[in-house]
């Protein structure tokens, strides 16, 4: 008889989204209605917006709801705000009420409060180099993210960081949502093939990855491929295939 089906741990669900969605846009869309879920208290209707910065901006943006679209765009138009800084600066950004905030200047806490808004929570995510990411949680009731909520806000982000990382690193190797979600479905494929590379190369999962990704860009050869050309090869003959590290010498 076979075992009955387990519950999804928070990082499983959060990969099904990935391979759910039609896109990475509406992916940042789903993650943040599900964040929004799981950081709602008994009774509430969480805000939340989640910030994806590439090259210096505000490249990629979800939100839970259009009234947190429309509060995480007030610190976009004005280039300032706790989600920006959280994500920017890497550190979490706690406003306890609206009505005492100037660190942005009045134009921010003012917006944001004539929304019925009163506390914020922003705290980053760790995508370990990929880009910079940020979850912002937004409240009607001013101290709402006391340490207890707070603490609850980071194990999640902890959580949830690697499939994100994960999201966004294969996002910049595709051209479309088909590649991205064909990608993801041979993450088991690729989590071998980095351990291979690890083990044959003595090095770091970051350094591993690199050396995949760059073998798939010389190549001109889809990530997934380079992946299971690796398996397979190491499945017939493990003692002929080495990926060099970038101007790693192989002795004759």
């Known amino acids: 008889m076979l075992p009955p089906d387990l519950p999804l741990n928070t990082t499983e669900q959060v990969q099904n989204l990935i391979l759910d969605s039609a896109d990475f846009e509406q992916f940042l869309n789903e993650l943040a209605r599900f964040s929004a879920h799981q950081m709602a208290g008994d009774g509430d209707d969480a805000l939340c917006g989640i910030t994806?910065?590439?090259?210096?901006?505000?490249?990629?943006?979800?939100?839970?709801?259009?009234?947190a679209r429309e509060v995480d765009e007030i610190q976009y138009s004005l280039s300032q705000g706790p989600c920006l800084?959280?994500?920017?600066?890497?550190?979490?950004?706690?406003?306890?009420?609206?009505?005492?905030?100037?660190?942005?200047?009045?134009?921010?806490a003012n917006a944001v409060?004539?929304?019925?808004?009163?506390?914020?929570?922003?705290?980053?995510?760790?995508?370990?180099?990929?880009?910079k990411a940020?979850?912002?949680?937004?409240?009607?009731?001013?101290?709402?993210?006391d340490e207890r909520a707070a603490a609850?806000?980071?194990?999640?982000?902890?959580?949830?960081?690697?499939?994100?990382?994960?999201?966004?690193?294969?996002?910049?190797?595709?051209?479309?949502?088909?590649?991205?979600?064909?990608?993801l479905e041979s993450r088991t494929t690729i989590d071998i093939a980095?351990?291979?590379?690890m083990a044959q190369n003595r090095c770091s999962q970051e350094a591993a990855v690199r050396i995949l990704t760059e073998a798939s860009s010389n190549s001109n050869t889809k990530?997934?491929?380079?992946?299971k050309s690796l398996v397979e090869s190491v499945g017939g003959n493990a003692t002929r295939t080495h990926y060099q590290e970038p101007g790693e010498v192989q002795a004759g």
């Not at 890497?90 to 942005?104: A, G, H, M, Y």
């Not at 409060?113 to 995508?127: E, I, K, M, Q, T």
């Not at 940020?134 to 993210?145: C, E, G, H, Q």
């Open 223 to 227: 990530l997934r491929n380079v992946a």
């Open 194 to 197: 980095v351990g291979i590379v």
């Open 152 to 183: 609850k806000a980071r194990g999640y982000t902890r959580e949830i960081s690697q499939a994100l990382r994960l999201a966004v690193r294969f996002s910049l190797h595709t051209d479309s949502a088909a590649n991205l979600r064909a990608t």
């Open 52 to 67: 994806l910065l590439r090259d210096r901006k505000a490249a990629t943006i979800g939100w839970s709801s259009d009234s």
């Open 85 to 108: 800084t959280a994500a920017e600066e890497e550190r979490e950004v706690n406003v306890p009420d609206l009505f005492e905030e100037d660190r942005w200047g009045p134009d921010y």
């Open 134 to 145: 940020a979850l912002n949680l937004y409240s009607d009731v001013p101290r709402k993210f």
């Open 113 to 131: 409060a004539a929304h019925g808004l009163r506390s914020v929570l922003s705290l980053p995510f760790n995508l370990q180099g990929e880009a």
